[in-house]
């Protein structure tokens, strides 16, 4: 199966975007999602995370309060809202899924299927 993340673009500061991530034909509901990113020259971030439940969310400080990881499991996808973009948030955003029942980690390593990116550009 692949994971497959949609909702990237380009926007001014301040704007917002909503990521998705779905892995059709993959029941979604006991894995963990996990957004990272990755600047141009710059390693690979891990930025927001959400429990295989949605209880349960952890953030990077330079996103909280203006991003929200979220899922629906009944849709099978998952979401990042992201408001008030930065220039310092452009980057190409990934999607990656945990099958582990790790708690709370932005840790790549602890991720085992991953999608192919979408580019999140923000500039006036």
């Known amino acids: 199966f692949r994971v497959v993340e949609s909702g990237g673009g380009l926007v001014q500061p301040g704007g917002s975007l909503r990521l998705s991530c779905a892995a059709p034909g993959l029941d979604l509901e006991h894995y963990s999602f996990g957004w990272f990113r990755q600047a141009p020259g710059k390693e690979r971030e891990g930025v927001a995370y959400?429990?295989?439940?949605?209880?349960?969310?952890k953030y990077i400080d330079s996103v909280k309060g203006r991003f929200t990881a979220s899922r629906d499991n009944e849709q099978n996808t998952g979401y990042l809202q992201m408001d008030n973009l930065k220039p310092d948030d452009t980057g190409v955003y990934f999607c990656?899924?945990?099958?582990?029942?790790?708690?709370?980690?932005?840790?790549?390593?602890?991720?085992?299927?991953w999608g192919q990116g979408t580019q999140v550009s923000v500039a006036s």
């Open positions: 959400v429990s295989p439940t949605g209880r349960n969310t």
């Open positions: 990656a899924l945990g099958m582990r029942g790790l708690e709370l980690t932005l840790d790549s390593r602890d991720y085992d299927k």
